[in-house]
């Protein structure tokens, strides 16, 4: 299989280039929202707004009518995020979820223009419905509302929301908190990666190339993405007009369990492994995140002896950058600043990058290498490697 994973470098990356004649079936506007189902909503807002700058939005529970869960919708600049935790209650789908996959990524929300349309498109073309369009009514106008299954227990809702102006959501309120810690300048959601299991990445490439129109930006085999003890595989997706960004990960063959499986077993399955938001100033952003306790990978201080040979010329401060553990890349369209938080919940599967691009759109390729020996390195503090 491996023989037949294409290569696409060198190129710049853009749609038109691979997919001349890609038909964008599935227009998205963008990400709408990221909602993860969590042990204790109220506590893990409290957490990205002290943590990662994340600003009260939403709250939807029992003083707004909604029974069965509770959610709390943090907002900074373009990313917004749901945590929901169930309320007691037969056949709650929540309890499930958290008790299989602990907290992580329910739902990946994009914002799209036809929400009857995009639900259409996907099933018609194989995708299995996660709940059908409907629309949901406030003073402040409608939202329509669609859902299909993706991998593992994890779901794509298409959001219309042109004929809505309230604040997030019918069946939400405006969540005013008195507790508003400045933001760190995250701007908006660069890319999103899921981990599947073995041999999946070529039939979660096949689903998001037929069923939603997306093309293969780029591969990277094993042989781009291995260390002494470890490798996996990753295939980008990306839609039509490049706004979102899929690379699908899956395990590959290494002397011992690579970062993929570990996720997958603690997991319980398929799932987000990260999400990756812009900054524009990652140094700015990053400080002010360790001041407020987030954890970064640790990046060994020998990495800083060569970057600068293979990045060449940049802007930064590479003193600055290596007191921050902060990487970098390069290649044919600019550089890329990029770093990696420990993984955010208390099993080691979903984590955080924050990205700086500067010119590149790519994803970090010269990195793969020092960063996944710091992850094989918490790894064996785990005893899972
Ligand atoms: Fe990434």
Known sequence: M???LTKINNTRYSLEKIFPDAQDFLPLLGTDYVEYYVGNAKQAAHYYKTALGFQSLAYAGLETGVTD??????????????????????????????????????????????AKSAWEETTNRGAESYFEPRTEKDANGEVVKSGIKIYGDTVHIFVERKNYNG???????KWESHYNPAPVGLKYIDHMVANVGWNEMNIWEKFYNETMGFANLITFDDK?????????????????????????????????KSQIEEYLDFYDGPGIQHVAVATDDIVSTVSAMKERGVEFLYVPGTYYDTVGDRVGEIAEDMAILKENGILVDRDDEGYLLQIFTKPLTDRPTLFFEIIQRKGAQSFGKGNFKAL???IEAEQERRGTL
């Open 2 to 4: 491996r023989d037949d």
């Open 372 to 374: 996944f020996e710091s």
């Open 69 to 114: 869960r509770t959610s709390y919708v943090v907002v900074q600049d373009k990313i917004r995020l749901v945590f929901t935790t169930p309320m007691p209650g037969e056949d709650n789908e929540i309890f499930d979820h958290i008790q299989k996959h602990g907290d992580g990524v329910k739902v990946v929300a994009l914002w799209v223009d036809d």
């Open 224 to 256: 781009d993405i291995s260390t002494q003890f470890t490798a996996l595989m990753s295939k980008v997706m990306t839609n039509g007009n490049g706004r979102i960004k899929f690379p699908i990960n899956e395990p590959a063959e290494g002397k011992k």
């Open 167 to 173: 604040t997030f959501m019918p069946g939400f309120e």
